[in-house]
């Protein structure tokens, strides 16, 4: 088997791995570059592998281990036809945001990948592991072909909610890995040497945080971050507070398919829907959409009342919404992502539109990716593997982190 990483040793984002046996291959993610300030959304990002810019049947399929733009942003770009493995969940909450943003897409046709469940392909065994991640339905792959495995991470953490899957990995996962593929994203970040505060820790802090607002709680954060979706809530509900979700998160956690998580007919949650995303449902003429949450729905003129006992999912896109139904007063707003993106241009509209109203914002939030010494433990788990970084802007440091550590190039061939 051999294999190419064409993007991804020195970056986050953009992750594509080519694998190649008995001449035919499957390719491992096809993520949109991230690099600020890139217009990367075309086909000439397209990364140099045939079968990407016009069909080629040695292509046997692309894997996308989860719905996140730098793992899946250019799939869009691939000829019809092309043979997608996703999971079933992932596939659906993609389609689903498709009349709401650029990002959504419809994937097919598809091979639906399915925790621990081998999937062949040609000379490829595909063995998916359902992970921990600030994505939904995200999985790690063990690739085996010609006798040899090489085991993805994709992107992983173990201190969400779904950390236990971290563990079952180290205790149930595959018994020999030749390389260990593996991502680095925290790498070089703060707290990434001593760990990160858990789902169920923020939780309490946003709990806290919630109930000394004296008006609307706005929460900002992915509207497919279900884990942070979950937490939210259940902190509304300590707070004693209800949930208001746009319509786009809506939709998100019923593309889940899971009536375990938070939904627009639960209790205590209600549905608002922004006049951005009205004029997208009715330009996609997707009126079933908003006609679904009917019964759910809290209208501009009752927000001001619902305030104090609301937690409001927010995003950037309904600001005029809500300073037209004035429910700001006593607001306070709570960032709930990465804090780089704080320093992104772009966010400093939103940062100057609460300095004008006087909204304190709040950071709270927990990182999407294994701290370092959860990836130690990884690891250690596969002792006998070397380790490949990938998704890192510190592959530098993984020798001494790590030990047997094969350094790649993008777009350089080995053998694994
Ligand atoms: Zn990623
Ligand atoms: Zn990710």
Sequence with gaps: MKACIHRGTQQIGGTCVELE?????????????????????DPTSLPAVSGFSQADPSLLGVVISHPHLDHYGLAHHLPSGTRFLIGQAAQRMLAAADPFSPAGVHLEPCIFLED????????????????????????AVLIQADGRALFYTGDLRAHGRKGKLFDKLLRLGP?????????????????????????????????????RTAGMALAWCSGQNIDRLVTVFKAARRAGRGLIIDM?????????????????????????????????????????????????RVYPETLAAAAPRSVMIFRPSMAD???????????????????????????????????????????????????????????RHFAAASVVPIHTQHADQFEELFGNVQLRKDGEPWDV
């Design 21 to 41: 046996s008995q001449d035919v291959r499957i390719v491992l993610d096809i993520g949109l570059p991230l690099e600020a300030g890139c217009a990367c959304d």
């Design 116 to 139: 621990r469940k081998r999937i062949d392909l040609g000379p490829f065994t595909i063995t998916p592991y359902l992970m921990d991640h600030s994505a939904y339905d995200a999985y």
């Design 175 to 211: 018994e020999r890995v030749d390389v260990l593929l593996m991502e680095g994203t925290t790498i070089g970040r703060t707290g990434a040497a001593k760990g990160f505060e858990t789902e169920e820790q923020l939780e309490v802090r946003l709990a806290a945080v919630f109930k």
């Design 248 to 296: 786009y998160t809506a939709e998100m956690l019923r593309a889940t398919g899971n009536p375990h998580l938070p939904q627009a007919e639960w209790e205590g949650v209600r549905v608002f829907l922004p006049s951005n995303q009205k004029r997208r449902i009715t330009a996609a003429e997707v009126f079933h959409v908003a006609e679904r949450y009917k019964s759910r």
């Design 321 to 379: 919404d809500l300073d037209r139904a004035h429910c700001l007063s006593g607001a306070r707003m709570v960032y709930s992502m990465w804090t780089g993106y704080l320093r992104d241009p772009r966010t400093q509209r939103v940062l100057d539109w609460l300095r004008e109203r006087d909204i304190a914002l709040e950071e709270c939030h927990t990182s999407g990716h294994a701290a370092v010494a959860d990836l130690q433990r990884l690891r």
